[in-house]
């Protein structure tokens, strides 16, 4: 997958797999889930990529790996071109930072907020005391923090300002790129619109690169430059936002999109009018994964795998529809028929 | 509470009453908060302080003044032996007793915070250990505490002592090297609760060591459960101290454990029935404000007691 512009891409992925052992049981057979499934991804300087799936596709399993917190099972996670285990965990933090979905227990709840966002600082020995408490406000000031609350605990912040505090400590050290994991999922729809925003004009502001991970296409809809679509474990569809909702080609993002349009979306899960159920991540439907659930579904679907076809312009989707005929290994008139 | 008045509603009368019943259990929570710490720290004072609180030896015998009565029995029954001299009497060998009882607080305060901070640091290295890393460290820790879980402690000191003769360094050994699995269990799952939160995830993706994540970010939000587990600890071991010794198998004469105390006044019961109750007392108002001061700190700092 090759973007547009030429320049190196600040976070690159390859390959990237993860599958977890469960045992059920001391006796219990031993499966394997698979939550990430050889997934490639690139990030360009100032993007801001929306990734998009259903709870249980893997996305916080990804993030972990591009955060360098989880080894991957295979594949590799590079970035400014160097994998991640060889760059070192006190440079990797200064280069990608997290901020996280539940702002209750993102906070240690017995430090004080000044203590919370002064961590990175005193951690890397950033600065003298004084510098870093100035930071500190400057930070608090950034993302409208009330300078008053710095002696404060997280108890007493509501869960917009605890969501602002971390992002000021993840931002604190000025690092190149943040991945935000469903980043207002836990707020009032009041808030969410304010936190956005104001994640907008931080980048801006400080030169940041975003991966927004969310269950929500609304939420990423005014933010993203580009959105990716994951379906388990794989990264289905990807684009540039407008063309992405303008022009959605793979069938999982025409329905995604369509369940944005319902009033339902703050209700967690969007409800796909898809039928069955989530798949089961340790057992995945043979061929595509979205094959029991496809409307568009044809004959071979559930056996042969789809490869991912690049888009004119940037991004791809992979879904046989778009496959040539003779990289499907089908006689072109099932593909015009089905679509 | 000030909206109970006659025209209050009778929804209103409810909300109140309610009100007032959590007001009180709240009181109450921080009654026996109160109670056990004041009287704990009452009866660590008198044991600091001991050789202030008495002109006698605790040790000093004298045959002339022997099994003389505490001071009531002369408000009483009129025996003109008990007197101010010995306001809680003296035992067979003439050792006032009042002197004895305060300087056996040290002993039993000593076995306690001795045993505990030893069990302790065993069972919540271990705990924390298990709980943070998981997996095959956690697997080797559980077998350990499940171990340890099937020796009798009882029997186990027994032992130990039969082999190495009972004196207070032993004791406390023994004990301290006994009394730790409760310490891991608790250490253990609070850990793994802890651990799932995400600043703990956001202090690994800043760079922070596990050994600090473990001091700064995890043992300040255990330090609740660990107060709590160390009062139970703490109540239990001074127990077993004092068992040991009424066994003579723990603290050797003529040290003033209450245990000891008791055991040496067992021939007594029918004749001075005090020289019982006096020990018995003292243990079980330590043991009672210790496990007071647990039920306060687990009370004030249940969910429902947080801001
Ligand atoms: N440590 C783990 N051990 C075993 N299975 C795991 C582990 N972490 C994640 N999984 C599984 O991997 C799959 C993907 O999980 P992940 O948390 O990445 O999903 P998600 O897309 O972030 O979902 P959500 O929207 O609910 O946050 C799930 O089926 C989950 O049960
Ligand atoms: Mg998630």
Redesign the pocket.
């Known amino acids: 997958m090759t973007g547009t512009r030429d320049d190196a891409p600040i976070m690159e992925a390859q390959g990237l797999t993860k599958t977890y052992t469960l045992s059920s049981g001391l006796l219990g057979k031993k499966r394997t889930l698979h939550a990430v499934r050889g997934l490639d991804l690139d990030l360009r300087r100032g993007d801001i990529l929306g990734i998009v799936g259903e709870?249980g596709c893997g996305?916080?399993?990804l993030?972990r790996m591009l955060l360098g917190l989880e080894a991957p099972t295979e594949g590799v996670v590079r970035i400014g071109g160097q994998p991640v285990e060889q760059i070192g965990r006190a440079a990797l933090s200064r280069k990608v930072q997290p901020i996280f979905?539940d702002p209750f227990s993102s906070l240690n709840p017995r430090k004080t907020i000044e203590s919370i966002i002064s961590l990175p600082l005193r951690l890397h020995g950033i600065g003298d005391a004084a510098s870093r408490r100035r930071e500190v406000r400057e930070m608090m000031e950034r993302v409208g923090l009330p300078s008053r609350v710095a002696k404060g605990y997280p108890s007493q912040l509501s869960g917009g300002q605890r969501q602002r505090v971390s992002i000021a400590r993840a931002l604190i050290t000025r690092p190149e790129i943040v991945i935000c994991?469903?980043p207002t999922s836990a707020l009032d729809v009041s808030v969410q619109s304010q936190i956005l925003n104001m994640l907008q004009e931080l980048r801006d502001e400080l030169n940041l690169t975003y991966i927004v991970?969310t269950h929500d296409l609304a939420v990423v809809e005014h933010l993203a430059t580009e959105i990716a679509v994951m379906y388990l474990g794989r990264i289905v569809e990807r684009a540039e936002t407008e063309r992405f909702f303008g022009d959605p080609q793979h069938p999982y993002s025409r329905a995604l999109l369509k369940s944005v349009m319902t009033p339902d979306t703050s209700l967690g899960i969007p409800e796909l009018g898809l039928g069955t159920a989530f798949p089961d991540p340790a057992n995945p439907p043979p061929g595509c994964a979205f094959h029991p659930r496809c409307a568009k579904r044809f004959e071979g679907c559930d056996r042969i795998a789809p490869v991912p076809v690049p888009r004119a312009g940037g991004g791809h989707v992979e879904c046989r529809l778009f496959e040539t005929p003779e990289a499907a290994g089908l006689p072109d008139p099932a593909m015009t028929k089905e679509r | 509470m000030t909206t109970a008045g006659h025209n209050a509603t009778a929804s209103e009368r409810e909300e109140s009453i309610a009100r007032r019943r959590s007001a009180i259990s709240r009181y109450l929570g921080h009654r026996s908060l109160v109670i056990g710490g004041v009287g704990l720290a009452l009866l660590i004072l008198i044991a600091v302080f001991a050789p202030l609180l008495t002109w006698h030896d605790p040790y000093m015998q004298d045959l002339t003044s022997r099994r003389i009565p505490p001071i009531w029995h002369g408000w009483f029954y009129d025996n003109p032996k008990a007197g101010w001299l010995h306001p809680l009497g003296t035992d067979p060998l003439g050792r006032d007793y009042f002197t004895r009882l305060v300087y056996g607080a040290r002993i039993s305060l000593f076995v306690g915070f001795s045993v505990v901070a030893l069990s302790c640091v065993i069972g919540t290295t271990l705990g924390v250990l298990a709980g943070y890393f998981g997996g095959r460290i956690d697997a080797v820790i559980s077998f350990i505490v499940t171990t340890r879980l099937s020796m009798p402690v009882v029997l186990v000191a027994l032992a130990v002592v039969s082999i190495f003769d009972g004196s207070l360094q032993v004791v406390i050994l023994v004990l301290g090297l006994l009394l730790w699995d409760r310490f891991a269990v608790v250490m253990r799952s609070v850990t793994l609760q802890i651990k799932s939160q995400e600043f703990v995830t956001a202090a690994r993706a800043v760079g922070c060591s596990n050994l600090r994540i473990i001091l700064t970010e995890i043992m300040p939000n255990v330090a609740n459960s660990l107060i709590i587990v160390a009062t139970i600890e703490m109540a239990v071991a001074i127990i077993y101290e004092a068992s040991l010794s009424f066994l003579g198998l723990g603290i050797q004469p003529p040290l003033p454990s209450w245990g000891l105390m008791l055991a040496e006044a067992r021939p007594e019961i029918f004749f001075a029935a005090w020289m019982i109750t006096l020990p018995g007392i003292a243990l079980f108002l330590l043991v009672l404000f210790v496990n007071l001061l647990g039920d306060g700190v687990r009370d004030i700092t249940a969910p429902e007691g947080r801001a």
């Open positions: 709870s996305k916080s399993t993030s979905q994991d469903e991970i």
